[in-house]
T-cell receptor, first 112, second 114 residues
Framework: EDQVTQSPEALRLQEGESSSLNCSYT??????LFWYRQDPGKGPEFLFT???AGEEKEKERLKATLTKKESFLHITAPKPEDSATYLC?????????????FGTGTLLAVQP | DSGVTQTPKHLITATGQRVTLRCSPR?????VYWYQQSLDQGLQFLIQ???????AKGNILERFSAQQFPDLHSELNLSSLELGDSALYFC?????????????FGSGTRLTVV
């Protein structure tokens, strides 16, 4: 069964304290891995897409990496405005369309 | 503003009632996806439409149905509502039917069934 697991469930950091979020997956036929940011009561906001092992993407203080079994979202010197839930999703080939399977997210709180 | 518009933002209704949620995709996007997000389940895929036709089905209950109109907007109909249907309902859109490049989400409709 296709599965996406994110850890930790919640993470509290001090401003400037770098860390990493993990997304591990067991799927057949990975078509892509996506990272989203979600603020309370709002829709997920697209951050990155990764397609193959070894690929890396960066945006401001965020860097996403991908291996054959997991992805990491590295947050360097975070600021309070980085506080949000970070969602990982994998696109799995499903015939006519890809299925997008989401993890349950990591709730990040960055304290000043 | 993501470009995906959902209305209404909030909806409060009683058990047994029927509601309709509306979604206008981002300009140029042909696919619309509906997701349900509850506290204990995370984001669950319900259904996808591509250029007016149903493309894929997820964990959508028989009490729920959807359609996509010629102007590409979509509606999600929820009937015989139960307390457990209370959740955030998101619409997302993508240019193609495969979703290879990710989806753009709307800001959601918060449904409360009392």
């Amino acid at each position: 069964e296709d599965q996406v697991t994110q850890s930790p469930e919640a993470l509290r950091l001090q401003e400037g304290e770098s860390s990493s979020l993990n997304c591990s997956y067991t799927v057949s036929g990975l078509r892509g891995l996506f990272w989203y940011r979600q603020d309370p009561g709002k829709g997920p906001e697209f951050l990155f897409t990764l397609y193959s092992a070894g690929e890396e993407k960066e945006k401001e203080r965020l860097k996403a990496t991908l291996t054959k079994k997991e992805s990491f979202l590295h947050i360097t010197a975070p600021k309070p405005e980085d506080s949000a839930t970070y969602l990982c999703a994998v696109a799995v080939y499903g015939g006519a369309t890809n299925k997008l399977i989401f993890g349950t997210g990591t709730l990040l709180a960055v304290q000043p | 503003d993501s470009g995906v518009t959902q209305t209404p933002k909030h909806l409060i209704t009683a058990t047994g009632q029927r509601v309709t949620l509306r979604c206008s995709p981002r300009s140029g996007d042909l696919s619309v996806y509906w997701y349900q997000q509850s506290l204990d389940q995370g984001l669950q895929f319900l259904i996808q439409y591509y250029n007016g036709e149903e493309r894929a089905k997820g964990n959508i209950l028989e009490r729920f149905s959807a359609q996509q109109f010629p102007d590409l907007h979509s509606e999600l109909n929820l009937s015989s509502l139960e307390l457990g249907d209370s959740a955030l309902y998101f619409c997302a859109s993508s240019e193609g039917g495969q979703g290879d490049y990710g989806y753009t989400f709307g800001s959601g409709t918060r449904l409360t069934v009392v």
